[in-house]
T-cell receptor
C-alpha cells in the first residue's frame, strides 16, 4: 500500500485553466505539506497543515489554495494557471518531524 | 532563515567506489533528514538523523549538530544509487524543513 499517494501523476493544461491535485496519506500522520520542485530541482515548502488547520503558508500566489477535508487528505487547487506554475508538486506527511513524500505530480502549463 | 549548503554539487563515480556527501547548515537544528531522488523523480527517505550515526546497508550517515554538519556515506556504489541526494534541516515541531540544493550523483558501470 502506498503511504502517501497523489493524483494525478501528470497534468498537462492550458494557461488560464483551473486544476486540482489530490493527496492522501494512510500513515496516520497529523501534519501534511505541499512542496514545489522547480526545473532546477530546488524544493520549497508551499503549505503545511496540522490536523486540518493551516499552520504554514509561505509566499505563494493566492491562486494556490490548499484544502484539508480531514487529516488524511490535503488537496491543492490552482486557479488561472500560468506558465511559471509548471513544476513538480510533492505532497508529504510527517510524524515527529520525519517527512515522507508522495510520488509527485508533474504539472505542465502550455 | 536557515541556510543549507551541500557539497559537492555533482559527483561521478565508477561502480564500486565509495563517496562522502556533505551538508553544512547555518543554525542549530533539531531535525535533519537525507533523501534520495531517483531518476524517476521519487523522493525516498534515507535517514532521519538530527544527531549521531546511523547505518542502513551500504549507506550510513553522521550528524555533528554542535558543528553544524552532516555526512552521508555511500560505500560500494551501484548504478541504482544514481540520482540527487538532498539534505533537509529544521527545528523540531511543526516547522518545515529547508532543503539544500542537492548533490547529483552519477554512478557509471
Amino acid at each position: 500500500d502506498t503511504a502517501v499517494s497523489q493524483t494525478p501523476k501528470y497534468l498537462v493544461t492550458q494557461m488560464g485553466n483551473d486544476k486540482s491535485i489530490k493527496c492522501e496519506q494512510n500513515l496516520g500522520h497529523d501534519t501534511m505539506y505541499w512542496y514545489k520542485q522547480d526545473s532546477k530541482k530546488f524544493l520549497k515548502i508551499m503549505f503545511s497543515y496540522n490536523n486540518k488547520e493551516l499552520i504554514i503558508n509561505e509566499t505563494v500566489p493566492n491562486r494556490f489554495s490548499p484544502k484539508s477535508p480531514d487529516k488524511a487528505h490535503l488537496n491543492l487547487h490552482i486557479n488561472s494557471l500560468e506558465l511559471g506554475d509548471s513544476a513538480v508538486y510533492f505532497c508529504a506527511s510527517s510524524h515527529a518531524g520525519e517527512l515522507f513524500f508522495g510520488e509527485g505530480s508533474r504539472l505542465t502549463v502550455l | 532563515g536557515i541556510q543549507v549548503e551541500q557539497s559537492p554539487p555533482d559527483l561521478i563515480l565508477q561502480e564500486g567506489a565509495n563517496s562522502t556527501l556533505r551538508c553544512n547548515f547555518s543554525d542549530s537544528v533539531n531535525n535533519l533528514q537525507w533523501f534520495h531522488q531517483n531518476p524517476w523523480g521519487q523522493l525516498i527517505n534515507l535517514f532521519y538523523i538530527p544527531s549521531g550515526t546511523k547505518q542502513n546497508g551500504r549507506l550510513s550517515a553522521t550528524t555533528v549538530a554542535t558543528e553544524r554538519y552532516s555526512l552521508l556515506y555511500i560505500s560500494s556504489s551501484q548504478t541504482t544509487d544514481s540520482g540527487v541526494y538532498f539534505c533537509a534541516v529544521g527545528p523540531a515541531g511543526y516547522s518545515t524543513l529547508t532543503f539544500g540544493k542537492g548533490t547529483m550523483l552519477l554512478v557509471s558501470p
